[in-house]
């Protein structure tokens, strides 16, 4: 028998004259036409050398070696539909599985503590990991699913492989310690010019974007100290006498914002957008789906640094 005369859709044909014993009938319940159900009954002859059904009054009745390949036949079509074709399921509710999230610090902070409480409750067996890799390397982490899913600001990701959902814009602040020698209760452009401060070092090109702003909108500034980090960066400023700028959330989410003050950068800082990223391969993997459906559910168009109060002066 020659395998590359037959195709999957003769072999559904072959099911269909079983289940019917007619060719008219075969067609009607496929919703093809009889001359196609024809067409595969005569390349299935060929290629089995036997005619499988032979005509008896209005029926046609399947020969011995036909019968030989019915059960054969219908356990390769159920293993087809239940294991290959169908689409897999999700049940967050008894299922259990790890999805690994691509953030940094100040993604940790904001999204984490919502969406533990959420899966704590709702989905007890699914557990997160967090994980960091830069913008170069993230594509190929989240083609071979070292990475599930990605969230945060990916600037310079551009990958046709890659989807991107926007989730919201996030907001720069500026941070100064309450006892700083000149910036007490504003902070203009000419302050933040005399000022010293801390810059963001670190290779990526959200980094330069971020920095390259600054510098079109406020000039150069004098930077004495650099970090990768945000989230350690108010309780630096709060001892010394540095002006950082910063993602709002690595001061919402500070218990004690005593001896910082908190202003809106004195120049136009565009906003962050947030958003999340997954590979195309696993685009209809039906955890990442829900997964995904639950970062929309919660945090689209919902800034996590507005259920924290905090003071911000203009």
Known sequence: MNLKRLDLGVLVVLDALFKEGSVSQAAT??????????YSL????????????VRAG??????????????????????LQNDIIQESH????????????????????AFMPKLLSWI?????????????????????????????????????????NIHRTQLFEHPFVCA????????????NIDLFRQAKHVGLAGEGYSQEIFEAEIIKQAGVRDVVFRTKHFMHLPQIVRGTDLVATLPKIAVAAQQNTSGLRIFTPPFSLTKVPVAMYWHHRYHRDAGLCWLRQLVMELFAEKDPTNDFEISIQE
Request: glycine share 4%; net charge negative; charged share 25%.
């Open 176 to 187: 100064v310690s309450d006892s700083h020698p000149f910036i007490r209760d504003t902070l």
């Open 90 to 109: 999700f049940n967050p509710k008894i299922d259990q599985r790890r999805f690994i999230i691509n953030t940094g610090d100040v993604g940790e902070v």
């Open 120 to 160: 704590s409750r709702e989905a007890p067996g699914i557990t997160i990991e967090c994980a960091y890799a830069k913008t170069v390397q993230l594509p190929q982490a989240l083609e071979d699913r070292e990475i599930d899913l990605a969230i945060g600001n990916m600037a310079g990701l551009d990958n046709p």
């Open 29 to 38: 319940r496929l919703s093809i036409s009889q001359p196609s159900v024809s």
């Open 58 to 79: 209005n029926r046609m009745l399947p020969t011995a070696k036909a019968l030989e390949l019915e059960e054969p036949l219908r356990n390769l079509l159920s293993i």
């Open 42 to 53: 005569k390349k299935l002859r060929e290629a089995l050398n036997d005619e499988l059904f």
